[in-house]
């Protein structure tokens, strides 16, 4: 279900670069980093893809600063990165720019139709219920029948992941298109889906607005999607005869039923029988709470560098702990997650330009971003459970 903005992992290191080596060149790029700093020391390194180091102070605010260093270097093949070093700004100048091929659109149309026929069978299966037992093939048949629920995770997904794309091309940022992933068989009927960011992003603000864009349009449509099924989803008592598939509550999930229902459910003898949109539903929110774990190259991860920097990468070991306390004590599907922000959770998305900070409003978003978070994240997702053991029917 991972929808990730992954590493860079198609983009030149700074030991295959080329390095400029005409003393002509250096003094350019000198010129260049002395009209928007106001250089105090400075090292160039010949034999490496780093060109050089100039510490100094900045002469204009950092964006426009950045912006304008990048303009000119960009001409000498030439790429800036802005640090702070113990309380010293630091101007790195990196050769090479990146400029990725672009990437055939054909695996994406393959995955995506290969999607949409998983989530038919998968809504199929939801639509006709205990009649696949009676006739297992029926399910293949008749996946037409599946077409609420494909739509609808369509919608949410392809929102989502559309949602860092338009951002990301906003910015000029290199991004594949959307990679979704079937799971035929299974509660979902997909892994989610995923872009991959070819370049670094500029600042902070670009990472947050890319970052933050798809979990917050994905929930545009997640949420009026749910609230339909659960309002079209009928209420029954729970199972007496055979063992059943529980769905996790989340907070959001627990009050859209609240306000449908006017009551807690489940309550221990009735809950809400999902139908095909509610089950959508509540696949997109806990798609959106599992990309918004704040750790790493997930969205949360994105969205929480923004707001911290550098310190984000501190949390890395307690979110990693809460997440292994989840899958000791709570629902074991965790330990898959742990395992996999065990190995690629540590790698954040660090900005060329770490100078520029948040602006209030898009501090604003990550907040709500967090929040978000918070409202949707399932503890419990999907439990198998024993027949229910109801009382006499006048005791309700």
Do not use: C
Request: no cysteine; glycine share 8%.
């Amino acid at each position: 279900m991972l929808d990730e903005l992954s590493p860079h992992d198609d983009l030149p290191s700074l030991d295959t670069l080329a390095v400029p080596r005409e003393d002509g060149r250096a003094e350019a790029i000198r010129r260049a980093v002395a009209e928007v700093f106001q250089i105090e020391s400075e090292q160039f390194y010949p034999e490496r893809g780093l060109t050089a180091i100039f510490t100094g102070t900045l002469l204009l605010d950092s964006e426009t600063a950045y912006d304008q260093l990048d303009a000119r270097l960009a001409a000498l093949n030439q790429l800036p990165v802005f640090r702070e070093r113990d309380g010293v700004q630091v101007i790195h100048i990196v050769a090479g720019r990146f400029d990725p091929p672009p990437r055939p659109w054909w695996p994406n149309a393959v995955l995506f139709i290969l999607t949409v026929l998983s989530l038919l069978y998968t809504g199929a299966g939801i639509a006709l219920g205990e009649a696949v037992l009676d006739d297992p093939n029926r399910q293949l048949v008749e996946m037409w029948r599946g077409w609420p629920y494909a739509l609808s995770l369509i919608l949410i997904l392809g929102a989502h992941e559309l949602g860092h794309y338009f951002a990301a091309r906003h910015h000029r940022v290199p991004v594949t298109l959307p990679y979704f992933i079937p799971l035929p068989f299974g509660f979902f009927g997909t892994l989610g889906a995923f872009i991959q960011l070819r370049a670094p992003m500029r600042n902070r603000k670009v990472l947050l607005d890319v970052g933050a864009a798809g979990p917050l349009a994905g929930m545009v449509f997640a949420v009026p999607i749910l609230l339909i099924g659960l309002a079209t989803a009928r209420v029954g008592f729970l199972p007496t005869d055979q063992p059943y598939i529980l769905e996790g509550n989340s907070i959001l999930y627990a009050m859209a039923k609240v306000v449908t229902f006017g009551r807690m459910l489940p309550d221990g003898h009735m809950d809400v029988f999902m139908n095909q949109l509610a089950q959508a539903g509540w696949t997109g929110l806990f798609v959106t709470g599992l990309n918004l774990i704040p750790i790493g190259q997930l969205d949360g991860g994105h969205v929480l560098f923004t707001l911290l920097g550098e310190r984000a990468r501190a949390l890395y070991l307690p979110v990693l702990l809460i997440m292994g306390v989840l899958a000791v004590t709570v629902s074991d599907a965790w330990f898959l997650w742990v395992l996999l922000l065990l190995f690629f959770g540590r790698t954040y998305a660090t900005p060329l330009d770490m100078l520029t900070p948040l602006d209030r409003r898009r501090q604003l978003i990550a907040v709500l971003a967090l929040v978000i978070f918070i409202l949707v994240f399932v503890p419990n997702p999907l439990q198998i459970m024993e027949p229910a053991s109801l009382p006499p029917l006048e005791m309700f």
